[in-house]
């Protein structure tokens, strides 16, 4: 098990060196098959469980999980198989959707800010900080010279989370455009998935190539030591399930999260 997360996380993490999305297969599921993944995965979870009473427990620390993705690349149901064991009283969820009056009045990272996990909990970004320098560069909704900035300034953001007690991890969920017309067109055929679907999703299918390029600056210029990516393929939905529950068990595990000691205690205690 150990060895699988190795090579895993060595195999889908992001190294920022001539980083290419096209070196990276939407279809690929390592090897494994779904049948022997449910056993994995059950466990993980199981794990990840426990791992999360020990973080809320131990009160000093966090973990902030981003999940970034094209539409209909899984991004709810991965928060909805993943996230699905853990306690909801110490989870934060959070969906970034295009920003309030409000918050464009503030400084870019504000509304990320009030989202932030407090000590002890989870918080999990669906979209994040990130589209501020992805759906605002395709569309040129701010100036180049404006969001071009933006990724020192991630870094930067990111390092001071990172150094003060928040341990980041961060997902980009990959699938193809054929797989994302597949996904629509199921979306739009079926009626309960009607409120998935929107015309405006198809304008920015036709950005693809501008979406990726984006993606491939953002992850290269922000994958650090303290704030990993990882590139999780997600074509097949229960391997995109499982890279990700196994990555965050062992950044948990990682983490080592402890009980706090127990303030002192008589010798012998009857409570009546
Ligand atoms: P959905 O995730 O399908 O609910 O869609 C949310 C929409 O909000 C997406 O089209 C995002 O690109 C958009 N969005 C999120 N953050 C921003 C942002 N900072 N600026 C502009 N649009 C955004
Ligand atoms: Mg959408």
């Not at 909990?121 to 701010?142: A, K, M, P």
């Not at 491939?216 to 990516?229: C, F, R, V």
Request: one cysteine or more.
């Amino acid at each position: 098990m150990i060895q699988r997360y190795m090579d895993l996380e060595d195999r889908l993490r992001v190294r920022p060196k001539g980083f290419r999305l096209a070196d990276h297969d939407p279809e690929d599921t390592m090897g494994m098959d779904k049948e022997s993944s449910e056993k994995q995965r059950a466990k993980d979870l199981e794990r990840l469980d426990a791992l999360q009473e020990r973080l809320y427990a131990e009160g000093t620390r966090s973990l902030l999980v981003v999940l970034q993705a094209m539409d209909a690349a899984g991004k709810d149901g991965t928060i909805e198989h993943v996230m699905s064991g853990l306690n909801p009283q110490g989870v934060r969820v959070t969906s970034f959707k295009q920003p309030t009056r409000t918050e464009l009045a503030h400084d870019w990272l504000w509304r990320c800010q009030l989202a932030l996990p407090a000590r002890g909990e989870i918080g999990i970004f669906n979209r994040s900080h990130y589209e501020d320098v992805l759906v605002v560069r395709v569309h040129d909704l701010v100036p180049k010279n404006v969001w071009s900035r933006r990724y020192d300034q991630i870094v930067e953001f990111e390092e001071h989370l990172t150094e003060n007690g928040t341990t980041i991890v961060k997902f980009f969920l990959y699938i193809d455009k054929d797989e994302q017309r597949e996904r629509f067109q199921a979306r739009y055929d079926d009626p309960t998935k009607h409120w998935k679907f929107a015309l405006g999703d198809l304008e920015e299918r036709k950005r693809w190539d501008d979406y990726i390029a984006a993606y491939e600056d953002a992850l290269s210029k922000t994958s650090t030591d303290a704030a990993p990516w990882y590139v999780i393929p997600a074509n097949h939905k229960w391997f995109r399930d499982l890279a990700v529950a196994s990555i965050l068990e062992a950044t948990l595990d990682d983490l080592d999260p402890q009980y706090p000691p127990a303030e002192e205690l008589p010798e012998q205690l009857v409570i009546d």
